[in-house]
């Protein structure tokens, strides 16, 4: 299994430490984990960070081929704080390295030949023009047999247009609930939230428009404590999972791990419920530690692929 995701390579900035981060890169490094050839599409700076960057995704199992290294932008990094509930607040510094992602024809010809199974992205590596020219270009030229676009809005970082993007150009779309509301408030579905008493009513209609209007193959929904839902289109059912069992100490790097955990399996032919369950199973597990990417416990593998 060969998968490629697009986007931002940065560093967490904590109180005490720093961690590699970045959404795509935590997905990329879980799915390493979980045993796929996982690729990641990047940039980072000329800088002191450089060189530690190629360590860490070197040592997390991840194939630096397409990370390229801009020699006017610095290495990405976001300071990071929690609150109580262990959610985490973003400062995300601006005209980063991958904000200023170029790829040429060559680069599309290299991925194309690779034979990538599924491509991964989302809206913050769409901030900049650069990089939002750059992924227009890999979606317009290259092909992949499933197209995962975890939406994960952060701050102001996000558009229209990058939220169509993410509609009109995946075939499996991950989301959570105020993202749901969002394309509501935007009018991107014709959708009377207020009709609605029961939730599983609201997110099974909520999917299944959204799926029908923008040919979605599967829609995810993330609840935080209360579980997740999958609605899949070809059997035009939802599933919900448990709800997860441990306290958070950090969610960064839970939304990414029950992505890569989630496509792992859907790649590997596992029945959609199965899916649900395994990614929920790995994203309660990652909660539990401050790091975005920890090792996994050895009995963790045999209930998650």
């Known amino acids: ?34 045993g796929a050839e996982s690729y990641i599409l990047s940039s980072v700076g000329n800088d002191k960070l450089c060189s530690d960057t190629f360590k860490h995704i070197e040592g997390l199992g991840v194939n630096k081929k397409f990370v390229f290294i801009s020699p006017d932008h610095p290495t990405g990094i976001c300071n990071i704080t929690c609150d109580n509930n262990g959610e985490p607040l973003y400062n ?17 010809h290299e991925i194309n030949s690779i034979q990538f199974d599924a491509f991964y992205f989302g809206t913050l590596a769409q901030r900049s023009g650069q990089s939002r020219e750059s992924l227009n270009k890999l979606l317009a030229n290259c092909n992949f047999r499933e197209i995962f676009c975890d939406l ?27 993202e749901c509301n969002l394309i509501i408030k935007n009018k991107l579905i014709e959708f009377n939230k207020d009709k609605y008493l029961d939730t599983d009513d609201f997110y099974r209609d909520f999917c299944t428009r959204l799926s029908e209007k923008y040919n979605l193959k599967i829609v995810i929904v993330t609840l935080d404590i209360d579980g997740a839902f999958a609605y899949g289109r070809t059997n035009d059912r939802i599933y919900s999972s448990v709800k997860p069992k441990n306290k958070a100490r950090s969610t960064v790097g ?30 309660d597990y990652v909660v539990t530690r401050y790091e975005a990417i920890p090792d996994y416990p050895s009995e963790m593998f045999s209930k998650i692929r």
Not at 9 to 14: A, H, S
Not at 93 to 98: I, L, R, S
Not at 263 to 269: D, I, R, T, V
């Open 92 to 108: 995300l510094v601006e005209n980063m390295a991958y904000d200023n992602i170029v790829i040429d024809s060559k680069t599309i």
């Open 254 to 283: 839970a939304g990414d791990s029950f992505s890569a955990c989630f496509l792992y399996n859907y790649l590997n032919n596992v029945d959609l419920p199965q899916c649900l369950e395994r990614a929920n199973i790995l994203g």
């Open 1 to 34: 299994m060969k998968t490629l995701a697009f986007g931002e390579i940065l560093w967490d900035i904590f109180q005490n430490s720093s961690e590699i981060g970045g959404a795509p890169f935590n997905f990329s490094a879980h799915l390493s984990k979980l």
């Open 152 to 178: 994960n809005i952060r701050q102001h970082y996000h558009s229209i247009d990058t939220i169509l993007t993410c509609l009109e150009k995946s075939t499996i779309l991950k989301l959570n609930r105020s």
